[in-house]
């Protein structure tokens, strides 16, 4: 406790970004909220581009146009 | 706002139906609560059938015996 | 299966909307994916408006300055 | 994009506690990865103390425990 | 590691169910991968009888109809 | 009715354990709540090693060292 899920699109998310993405919100409960940093879990998850939408489209479509 | 998030199991979903839920479900919530259509996310996850359970078995198993 | 979240903030959302945002969720992965709607499950959550936040700010503090 | 998740026991959070929350997850997201800020969303889920648990046993408990 | 998440409808779940379904979850867990119970975490979500819908209906719906 | 969802480092889990997690996932819903195993659905997520975090570190780091 807490859990904390970040949900990005799969864009080649480097093994340092996770890192900092991990440490940074681990800090952030710590920091805010006084919570344990030993008993925080970060999922990370990286969803494909074809799968992810917003204004109704794709973002990969979405992506191509440059919108 | 809003974010919606639709699990199917992983059975060859195309990338026109990937628009088709898309589309359907942001208009769905325009149509019904009036919301903004920019600031819609939709997220598909495609589950492998392997790790799908309904009925306390294996949807994959179910499937074979046509259940 | 499948299965429907369906996140929105908690702003008065009525009994009537929430039949629709059900039915018309069950209805989309029927036509688009031939799913049967016996077995759709639809979860709608309704967020308090301090606790969603979007552009860095909380909702409730975007939605009084009218963004 | 993104959609960041925070869960943490329902133990009087503040509005600006949840505003530090809803900042610093977007700023995470911009600086790792660049995320567009407008775009992305944060919610934070309160639990009940009741309903969260760790080690087998109500988190309610264990903190009655001091554990 | 790991996270389980139980959503159940909100209809009077009681303090002694709640320990069951967390020493289950996590004994599960236990069991079956060999987890640490330590740092098993378990949340259940009690969702309003109005936000569940099954079959295109609302759950309070098909259960006054005792469907 | 009821979902569940078990999160899981992706570390080689077997059909056979995740025939025994669905099992007993809806075993315990059905013993603890009776609810009807027929509509309880679990959904199995394997996380990749390098996208789970705790203590503020990546799991497949934590590993390494054998913490």
Known sequence: M???NIKVTDEQVTKEQKQQLIAGAT???VEVL???PETTHVVIDEVPVDNWG???KLY???KKLNV
Chains 1, 2, 3, 4, 5, 6 share one sequence.
Do not use: F
Request: net charge positive.
């Open 2 to 4: 807490p859990y904390i």
């Open 27 to 29: 800090q952030l409960v």
């Open 34 to 36: 006084n919570k344990n």
């Open 54 to 56: 917003v204004k109704g």
């Open 60 to 62: 990969s479509d979405l």
